[in-house]
């Protein structure tokens, strides 16, 4: 190697659309020096199938993945729903240590590397110790987080969190005390990350005001204005509108419904993520998708919570950029997460290919470009498409699998996304360094055993 290599794919989705022979030139600094697509392999290296961009997971809370699976149990009141959800998962909570925050992060990053994300953008709430005060290094969790990410191999943009209420008008519970740091606080965790991040180009830095229901208006717009201060660019991510209950109690507190009220006193832009937005109505949707705000989806948690149902025909017709989050990982995939989002629009519409653009007329293809495309602006990370100057985050397929024979371009895409197949994900580059190999992570015996004690261990 001198100084570069160059990859050989078969077939490329590059920002144009599916290319077959494509070479690309990957720096040793892990960028994309070149593209060329039709190109014969020659003494270039061989990649094991079509390859796709990076994927960003852009919401994480990823403590939350040691609870999957766990409730889904009808309570003996028989209410379950989103706010019943969110008792058990403070209760669970409660007891984590950073010694577990990091041994789950890292089970759930390897997981999720396997499933096509190459960078996560951790909405990082979870700071304070079980008593609700901060660790005698503030940062510790996040420093957790870090590890895990690194021990992994992905890409991480860290939005360190500021909650402060318990609902609109009311105080904190007793179950949210972890998440209550005072905003100067948070602040310096995030000045303490930025510099960590000045000497790690995987790293990101922004911030997660955690709603409107936990952080009041003057507090938030303080808030923001202190992150974008030093970095003009920072990413901002909130979760807003995710229920009707949240809708109608701002409503009854601010006379305004919660994306409105964003609107109306907050100058969103792209580097603004809205986690959710489940329930906008017409006039917040358009006004929201002007604003150039990423809606960050999450699919598969969405539907696990009974959240309701995004408002995506509309949102694409007025021209609104969405990511996709797994964020409580009852999914880890990306291509499920897609599918996901595509199958409740079928199913409420009544229609097809709804993720079909005019540029991407299969509808695999137009998900997958347009949410890595958006997710990597909503994380700050130099990813999110096949192309010079970009880092070389690439999800390469198996051409071997069965169900990949004969097909070519936007059948590849359309089969990841809608194919029953499992372990279409061979390979995963973040950086031009290879972190997956054939479905496989180097450390993936050491971090699934240190999750299996720690799960053994809280569960007991
Ligand atoms: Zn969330």
Partial sequence: MTDRTTLHAPWALLPGGWAGDVAIA?????????????????????LA????????????????????????????????????????????LARLTPDDVEAIAAQLYVALLQGGFTTVAEFHYLQADPAGAPYADPAEMAWRILAAARQAGIACTILPSLYRHG????????????????????????AALRRAAASDPLLGVGAAPHSLRAVAMEELAAFAAAVRENDAAA???????????????????????????LLAHLPLDRRWCVIHATHMDAAETAALAAAGAVAGLCPTTEGNLGDGVFPFLAWRAAGGAFGIGTDSHVGTDAAGELRMLEYAQRLWHLRRAVGATPEHPSAGTGLWAAAAAAGAEAAAQPIGAIAPGQRADLVVLDAAHPLLAGRDGAAIADTLVFGPAPGLVRDVYVGGRQVIAGGRHDAEGAIAARFAATMRRLLA
Avoid: K
């Avoid at 609902?167 to 995030?190: C, H, Y």
């Fill in 49 to 92: 199938g079509p390859v796709l961009p990076g994927m960003t997971n852009l919401h994480s809370h990823a403590f939350q993945y040691a609870m999957a699976g766990l409730a889904e149990t009808r309570s003996a009141s028989g209410e379950d729903h989103f706010w019943s959800w969110r008792e058990t998962m403070y209760r669970f």
């Fill in 26 to 46: 990957v720096a040793t600094d892990g960028t994309i020096a070149s593209v060329a697509a039709g190109v014969p392999r020659g003494d270039s290296v061989a």
């Fill in 235 to 261: 990413p901002l991510h909130i979760h807003v509108a995710e229920q009707p209950r949240e809708v109608a109690e701002c409503l009854a507190a601010t006379g305004q419904r919660p994306v409105a009220r």
């Fill in 167 to 190: 609902g609109f008008g009311r105080p904190p519970s007793d179950g949210q005390r972890r998440f209550l740091l005072p905003a100067e606080t948070v602040l310096d965790i995030i």
